[in-house]
């Protein structure tokens, strides 16, 4: 099976920079994945890391290593409207679906 | 064009009543998806179809039963609803299994028993 930790709650100040972390046990790994849910709406893809290293996609960035598996999600130049929930999500093998960790939840202050 | 459509949006019913939840993708995408969202936010996958055909069936209750007519849809019906089923329920859809790390969700089905 797989478990995914994740802090559940963050809070950041509106400019700053804020990491949330993933740690995860599979018994296969494919790849990290995060995303992004907004309250009411649908979780949205944000990253996916397969290999060690950082991917870089605007203010969000994403890191992997796997030999310590862990990955952490970071985001530069906060804004209000990245107040959302951000998922970590995994799958070990490449015909099993996305296990999503439980989430957590980032308020941006002002 | 919406991606991942499914209805519908709000759903509220009484226990023991039947239900179906509609899902279409017009991604071309051969995977598609239930997940099951809970009133703490964990999303847990439910079924997974490639093609029309089943390839993941998670433990879930035999009163929900996933169809898929064809790839581009996957309906779920759900018989004798209980309490514990209310929650908000995602359609999603992906290229195919080996890539699926990228979902494309719907845009939920918040189902409320009464």
């Known amino acids: 099976g797989q478990s995914l930790e994740q802090p559940s709650e963050v809070t950041a100040v509106e400019g700053a920079i804020v990491q949330i972390n993933c740690t995860y046990q599979t018994s296969g790994f494919y790849g990290l994945s995060w995303y992004q849910q907004h309250d009411g709406g649908a979780p949205t893809f944000l990253s996916y890391n397969a290999l060690d290293g950082l991917e870089e996609t605007g203010r969000f960035s994403s890191f992997l290593s796997r030999s310590d598996s862990y990955g952490y999600l970071l985001l530069q130049e906060l804004q209000m409207k990245d107040s959302a929930s951000y998922f970590c999500?995994?799958?070990?093998?490449?015909?099993?679906?996305?296990?999503f960790g439980k989430g957590t939840r980032l308020s941006v202050i002002a | 064009d919406t991606a991942v459509s499914q209805t519908p949006k709000y759903l509220v019913t009484q226990m023991g009543n039947d239900k179906s939840i509609k899902c279409e993708q017009n991604?071309?995408?051969?995977?598609m998806y239930w997940y099951k969202q809970d009133s703490k936010k964990f999303l847990k996958i439910m079924f997974s179809y490639n093609n029309k055909e089943l390839i993941i069936n998670e433990t879930v209750p035999n009163r929900f039963s996933p169809k898929s007519p064809d790839k581009a849809h996957l309906n779920l019906h759900i018989n004798s609803l209980e309490l514990g089923d209310s929650a908000v329920y995602f359609c999603?859809?992906?290229?195919?299994?080996?890539?699926?790390?990228?979902?494309?969700f719907g845009s939920g089905t918040q189902l409320s028993v009464l």
């Open positions: 999500a995994v799958r070990h093998s490449g015909n099993t679906p996305l296990v």
């Open positions: 991604l071309g995408h051969d995977t």
């Open positions: 999603a859809s992906s290229q195919e299994p080996a890539t699926n790390e990228k979902l494309f």
